[in-house]
């Protein structure tokens, strides 16, 4: 019995001790940073994307207390600023009857997080391209939907890349 309850509290013991390297790559606890975020320029026909970017960005960074995104410029550490390019919808595939059943959306985007202080730039993506496929129908409203949907996970991942990109990169500031 004795040498069973050893067994446990050695076995307790190397869990502990194994988990205490763990870190969450999705959480920054370093210094507080405030970060100046506004919306992105939208070069592109498809209006809104801008303030879908802004949104899902903030959101992300609302997953930690260690970073505020804020507005305006006055007291922020850094400054976050992006710009999209283009957006494209180019078919993919074809049925037997040579109609297209898949488009892929293709999202260009370019984003720069710089620190104000010192204006050394913390990260920067010149010209990236984001696609995701969906579905074509024969009903417009389900492949407005359907293109609503693949431009929506593309923005969430964009924001979810930039998060961790500067999840990574701030302490090395």
């Given at each position: 019995?004795?040498t069973?309850?050893l067994y446990f509290i050695?076995?307790?013991?190397?869990?502990?001790?194994?988990?205490c390297?763990y870190?969450?790559?999705?959480?920054?606890s370093?210094?507080?940073?405030?970060?100046?975020?506004?919306e992105w320029?939208?070069r592109?026909?498809?209006l809104?994307?801008d303030s879908?970017?802004?949104?899902?960005?903030t959101?992300?960074?609302q997953?930690?207390d260690?970073i505020t995104?804020?507005r305006k410029?006055?007291?922020?550490d850094?400054?976050?600023?992006?710009?999209?390019?283009?957006i494209?919808l180019p078919?993919?595939s074809y049925?037997?009857?040579?109609?297209?059943?898949q488009?892929?959306?293709k999202l260009?985007?370019?984003?720069?997080?710089k620190?104000i202080?010192?204006n050394?730039?913390?990260?920067e993506m010149?010209?990236?391209?984001?696609?995701?496929?969906?579905?074509?129908?024969?009903n417009?409203n389900?492949?407005?939907?359907n293109?609503?949907?693949?431009?929506?996970t593309?923005?969430?991942d964009?924001?979810k890349?930039?998060?961790?990109?500067?999840?990574l990169e701030?302490?090395?500031?």
């Amino acid at each position: 019995m004795r040498t069973v309850c050893l067994y446990f509290i050695l076995i307790v013991m190397v869990f502990i001790v194994a988990g205490c390297g763990y870190r969450n790559p999705n959480v920054y606890s370093g210094p507080s940073k405030i970060i100046y975020l506004n919306e992105w320029k939208n070069r592109t026909s498809q209006l809104g994307l801008d303030s879908q970017i802004y949104r899902s960005l903030t959101s992300w960074f609302q997953k930690t207390d260690a970073i505020t995104t804020v507005r305006k410029k006055a007291g922020a550490d850094l400054i976050l600023a992006g710009e999209i390019i283009s957006i494209d919808l180019p078919s993919l595939s074809y049925a037997n009857n040579s109609q297209t059943t898949q488009v892929k959306v293709k999202l260009k985007v370019r984003y720069i997080l710089k620190d104000i202080t010192s204006n050394k730039i913390v990260f920067e993506m010149p010209g990236e391209l984001w696609t995701e496929p969906y579905l074509v129908s024969t009903n417009v409203n389900t492949n407005r939907k359907n293109e609503a949907i693949a431009l929506e996970t593309i923005i969430e991942d964009i924001s979810k890349r930039i998060y961790r990109l500067t999840v990574l990169e701030l302490p090395k500031l």
